[in-house]
C-alpha cells in the first residue's frame, strides 16, 4: 500500500522519541550496560547501590563524560548514513542476487495480472482481501526498475525506480535537473523534502545501531534476538522513508518543473510528446551547455 505523505509512521510524539533515544545510541549503549550487569550476575539494586555510593561530583562527572562519549560516536556514525543506505540499495552485493529478485518481481507481476483479470471480468468480484493485495502490487510494481536497471534489494529497487521517473515522464534527467530545481522550490517543500531525506537516513542510523548490538553477544546471546528485530523493523521503516522521500522529489518535478523551464528561459512544451523532447534537451544542455546559434532561449 502506499505510504501516507500526511503522516509518517515515524512522527507520533512516543515514536519520535524512540527514534531520538535509538538513533543517538543511547539505547544501545543501555543495552550494553544491562548485558554486562546480567553477565556479571549484578541486578538493578546492585547498580542503585553504586550509584548512592558514589559522590555527586564523581558521579556528575562521570554522566557527563558518558554523553560526551555517546554524542561523538553518533556524530561520527551519522557521517555513514548514506553510505549505509548505498549497502542497503545493493550496490555492493553479488550480481546473482538480482536474478533471484527478479523471480519475486515476475511472481509479483503474474499475481498482479490475474487479479487484474478478475477484477477487470468483474464475476466474481475481488474480495476485500484480494483488493487490498490488488492495490499493494499495484503500487509495488509501478516502482520496479526496467530490467537492465535493477539492483539486489527492494529498498535498491525502490530508489532507482525514483530517480528515473522524471525521465520516464518529462525526458528530465534527475541527476542533472535536481540541483537547478532544487533550488527554485518553496521553502515549505524544501521543508518537507528535507524532513523526509533526515527520516530515510534516521532510519539508516537506527539499522546500524541494531547491527552494531550484536557486539553485546559476548555478555549475552539474547543481543542476536534484540539486534536482528531491530534490524528488520529498522529496514521495514526505510522501505517507508524511502517511498515517502522519492513520492515528495517525484511531485517536484510534476508541479515544478515548468519553473525550471522558465527560470532557464527555455521554451515550455505545449504537449506530453514535445515535453518529453524538450527535457531531453533541456537536461543535454544543462550538462554540455551548446554552441548552436539555432537554439533560441525566450
Given at each position: ?55 555527586k561530583s564523581v558521579l556528575i562527572v562521570t554522566i ?108 528530465l534527467n534527475i541527476f542533472i535537473c535536481w540541483p ?119
Amino acid at each position: 500500500m502506499a505510504p501516507d505523505l500526511s503522516e509518517n509512521s515515524m512522527n507520533s510524539p512516543i515514536d519520535k522519541g524512540i527514534t531520538i533515544l535509538i538513533k543517538s545510541g543511547v539505547l544501545f549503549w543501555l543495552g550494553g550496560l544491562i548485558a554486562w550487569l546480567y553477565h556479571h550476575g549484578y541486578g538493578p539494586i546492585d547498580l542503585i547501590e553504586l550509584i548512592n555510593s558514589t559522590s555527586k561530583s564523581v558521579l556528575i562527572v562521570t554522566i557527563l563524560s558518558i554523553i560526551i562519549i555517546i554524542a561523538i560516536i553518533s556524530s561520527i556514525l551519522s557521517r555513514f548514513d548514506t553510505v549505509i543506505i548505498r549497502i542497503l540499495e545493493g550496490y555492493y552485493l553479488p550480481k546473482w542476487i538480482i536474478k533471484w529478485q527478479n523471480k519475486i518481481i515476475e511472481r509479483k507481476q503474474q499475481r498482479f495480472q490475474e487479479l487484474a483479470q478478475k477484477n477487470y471480468k468483474g464475476l466474481p468480484p475481488l474480495s476485500r482481501s484480494e483488493f487490498a493485495e490488488y492495490a499493494d502490487l499495484d503500487w509495488q510494481l509501478m516502482y520496479i526498475p526496467k530490467l537492465e536497471q535493477r539492483l539486489p534489494t527492494r529498498l535498491g529497487n525502490l530508489l532507482r525506480a525514483i530517480e528515473s521517473r522524471p525521465g520516464e515522464k518529462y525526458g528530465l534527467n534527475i541527476f542533472i535537473c535536481w540541483p537547478r530545481l532544487w533550488l527554485i522550490l518553496p521553502e515549505s517543500v524544501k521543508t518537507e523534502l528535507t524532513t523526509a531525506r533526515a527520516n530515510l537516513e534516521a532510519t539508516a542510523r537506527i539499522w546500524l545501531w541494531g547491527l552494531l548490538f550484536l557486539v553485546w553477544t559476548i555478555y549475552s546471546y539474547w543481543a542476536i534476538a534484540i539486534s536482528i528485530i531491530t534490524i528488520i523493523l529498522a529496514y521495514r521503516w526505510m522501505l517507508q522513508a524511502a517511498a515517502t522521500y522519492g513520492q515528495l522529489i517525484e511531485s517536484s518535478f510534476d508541479l515544478y518543473r515548468h519553473e525550471l523551464y522558465k527560470q532557464l528561459r527555455w521554451k515550455l512544451p505545449s504537449n506530453a510528446a514535445e515535453e518529453k523532447q524538450q527535457g531531453k534537451d533541456l537536461t543535454s544542455y544543462l550538462w554540455r551547455g551548446s554552441e548552436d546559434d539555432k537554439l533560441k532561449l525566450i
